[in-house]
């Protein structure tokens, strides 16, 4: 295999490319977004048949599933004569179409798996055409689940239990992300959007042959920073800038539900209520004086370290103990002047103590062509691992925005741009190239110390 971590990452069409793939959609309004789902899955190159549930056609038609298939879609456990789905399966085997479907399939994905769903496949109760396929999957065909609900639904403890249970014993699943609710509310429960769907199916079908999984950080320490500095001019004024620390919130939440332990810094930013529910206490910090004294203090615990904050990257050379007043700073002109010196760069400090198999992820907030040339450079000169580029330019990303659109460039591999996304699922994609760069560099580790024995 080939030492580099695209073997893990490789792009959604060499993952995809001639596999046949069973698009399960049930009865959650997210169904709407099947279509993009099926068309994706096609554009790379997958064969995608398409089984539906009666209430999944309360969202989305038959016919539209099987325009974006290209197939006739199946709704029915027993097909009516005459129908496209009879034709399609042929008198002979239109009784056991499931078992023919699942044993031709590559892997199964059932988008959206709506909370019913989930807890009929714990149960083992298969009365419809989508758990009937699901269920007659033959051992190590993965079965890949997205459950998307409201979130009072998606919070029962029961739901909660059944997909505890459904990934104990092998199901894969794509967990939903916090976002606007078909119910109008705001929380969990939101179906990521097709593109990290598709990514993330990709990530569990394509996993390299030695059993490796990317997708999980179990056993690793990760640091996270996040949120603004703030650089004290007096007692009450300050060089501060917009970031939100949404991205770092989301990236904290992410971490420790794919297993990592992890310490977030946070600068000066509202409170995420998520955060504490989740048993994250951030580690607040105001200047970038504080935030690297912090970043170092927890540096030797860590294996991954992702730098998301907006460190100022100038602070007042000095600071007033009292409130300036005007009359004493201004000249006659009524021009005031600040003297500004850099402030630390945490990155550089980390560059210097980095130690091997310490994995060190940078981002940069970048506008116009140079950005990524920009990027490489800055990747090159602190010795990062990998850098997020957020390009300033296209709409919704960055700065206190929901959502975010990113290129990931790592040392070894291509860069990997995504497209527009929630911040959530933004964090998932991010976490998981983390992951599998750190599991390439730990079976590599392993490698190279067994052919020195
Ligand atoms: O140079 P630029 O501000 O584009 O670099 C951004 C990256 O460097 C971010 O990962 C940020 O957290 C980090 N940074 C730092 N120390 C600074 C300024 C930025 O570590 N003083």
């Known amino acids: ?12 069409e060499e993952i995809l490319n001639g596999k046949s793939v069973v698009l399960g959609v049930t009865g959650s309004i997210a169904a709407i977004k099947a279509p993009a789902i099926a068309a994706l899955l096609r554009d790379a190159g997958a064969e995608v048949t398409c089984v539906m549930t009666e209430s999944a056609e309360q969202f989305v038609s038959r016919q539209v599933m099987e325009k974006a298939t290209g197939k006739a879609a199946i709704s029915q456990i027993f097909a009516q004569t005459g129908t496209a789905q009879q034709q399609a399966s042929g008198p002979r085997e239109e009784l056991t179409w499931h078992v023919h479907l699942a044993r031709g399939a590559d892997a199964m994905l059932i988008a959206p798996c709506s909370a019913s769903a989930v807890g009929m496949l714990r149960a083992g109760i298969y009365d419809n055409a989508v758990l009937l396929a699901a269920a ?36 894969f699943a794509i967990e939903p992300v916090v976002g606007k609710l078909a119910s109008g509310l705001t929380g969990m429960g939101r179906m990521p959007e097709p593109e990290a769907i598709v990514r993330r199916f990709c990530g569990t079908i394509g996993q390299p042959p030695d059993g490796r999984r990317p997708g999980t950080l179990d056993g ?43 310490t977030l810094i946070l600068g000066p930013t509202v409170r995420f209520p998520l955060l504490e529910s ?36 100038f602070m007042p050379e000095a600071k007033a103990e009292k409130k300036l007043k005007k009359r004493d700073i201004a000249d006659q002109f009524g021009r005031a ?38 990027a490489l450079g800055k990747m090159k000169e602190k010795k990062l691992d990998m850098i997020v580029l957020n390009n300033i ?36 994609l991010i976490l998981e190239r983390i992951a599998a760069v750190s599991g390439e560099r730990s079976s590599l580790a392993v490698r190279r110390s067994q052919k020195r024995m």
């Open 1 to 12: 295999m080939k030492e580099s971590t695209d073997a893990v990452w490789q792009p959604v």
């Open 136 to 171: 007659s999957l033959p051992k190590g065909t993965p079965l890949i689940i997205v459950p998307a609900m409201d979130e009072d639904m998606w919070l029962q403890p029961a739901v909660q239990e059944n997909i505890a249970w459904l990934k104990e014993h092998g199901t």
């Open 220 to 262: 690793k320490n990760v640091l996270i920073t996040g949120g603004p500095t703030y650089e004290p001019i007096d007692a009450v004024r300050f060089i501060g800038n917009r970031s939100s620390g949404k991205m770092a919130a989301a990236l904290a939440l992410e971490a420790k539900r794919m297993g990592a332990e992890v």
């Open 278 to 313: 989740a048993g994250i206490l951030p580690l607040r910090v105001e200047t970038a004086e504080e935030m690297k004294h912090a970043v170092l203090e927890h540096l030797p615990k860590n294996d991954i370290v992702v730098m998301n904050a907006a460190v100022a990257d």
């Open 337 to 374: 002047t600040l003297r500004l010196k850099r402030t630390p760069d945490i990155l550089a400090s980390i560059a210097r103590l980095k130690k091997e198999g310490h994995i060190v992820v940078g981002f940069a907030l970048e506008k116009g062509k140079g950005s990524e040339a920009y």
């Open 393 to 428: 330019e296209d709409e919704g990303a960055g700065f206190g925005h929901d959502t975010n659109k990113v290129t990931i460039f790592t040392k070894e591999g291509k860069p990997e741009p995504l497209p527009l996304m929630t911040k959530e699922e933004c964090a998932v």
